[in-house]
Structure formats: C-alpha cells, structure tokens
C-alpha cells in the first residue's frame, strides 16, 4: 500500500514528462488556451475530470492516457477552488 505522500509525488513527477506536456498543450489549443470555468487565459492547467484506476495493475492511469473529454483546461484559481469543492472521481477500468 502506498503512502500518500508517494503517489503525490510520483504524481507531480509524471506531470514533468514529456509526454504529458505535450497531452497538456492539445488541452490547452482545444480549449482556446482559455479556463472553462472563468475565461482567464492566466496560469492555465489541465484538469482531469475522472481518475482510472487500472484493477489489473492497482496503478492509475498515466496523465496524458486519458481521453481528451475528460480533460479540462482551467486557470490555477478555478483549479484549486474546483479541488477544494469537489472530489475527482475514480473509476476502475
Ligand atoms: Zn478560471
Ligand atoms: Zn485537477
């Protein structure tokens, strides 16, 4: 069983690759570089809308393997307040 504290880290860690930040960037263009929530084009992030836990593995999915519907750009505030009020779901796949 992993520690929090682990996957937090190991998280951020998989949001510096390459490969995320190109997922981001698609994100980004599709939403017109844009936050969904507020309009703000300042700070933006990705945000996923649902997390896939893979049964087989008891690993989540990677950042930038998640379809492009459940991506959402936000600006950093809407990102922390959508945080602080809702918790993302988890789904196993
Ligand atoms: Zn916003
Ligand atoms: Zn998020």
Redesign the pocket.
Known sequence: MRTETESTRNYSELLRTAQWLERRKQILKRDGYR??????SYGLEVHHRQYHLTRRTGDFRKPWKYDAANMIT??????QVGHAKYKVPVFNV
Request: aromatic letters at 0%; charged letters at 15%; one cysteine or more.
């Open positions: 936050c969904r929530n507020c309009g703000s936000l600006c950093a505030r809407c990102h």
